[in-house]
């Protein structure tokens, strides 16, 4: 059975920075892209990062793009997201989830299919607030 467990949410002022981690157990991790979705009350959930299973290549989102940094740790079946500069928007419940593949990048921007992402974890919450 695949689980997934998201740890490192809180509560930061604006400006300050938190690191997300997620750690999966049942699959075979260093052969999936792994990601960071996040969906605010009374708002789609949306992805906010991907990072390929070799970690060679990595995906974000517009709005977080120069201030979010995915990484992960195969050897410990964890990857992470490094969150900098955090704006009162950014407040959400964050997700981790695996897939064989991010998506595609087209101009400059990301894009997946949702549907592709399986194993989600039960979410952290991020709140930033002053």
Known sequence: QVQAVESGGG??????????GCTISGLTFDSHAMAW??????????GVSCIS???DNKYYAD?????????????KNTHYLEMNMLK???TAMYYCAAADSCGIVTSGSWY???TDF???GQGTQ???SS
């Open 53 to 55: 299973w070799s970690g």
């Open 88 to 90: 009162p928007e950014d």
């Open 63 to 75: 709005s977080v793009k120069g201030r979010f940094t995915i990484s992960r740790d195969n050897s």
């Open 37 to 46: 979705f996040r969906q605010a009350p009374g708002k789609e959930r949306e």
């Open 11 to 20: 509560l930061v002022r604006p400006g300050g920075s938190l690191r997300l």
């Open 112 to 114: 997946y299919v949702i």
């Open 118 to 120: 399986n194993y989600w």
């Open 126 to 128: 991020v709140t930033v």
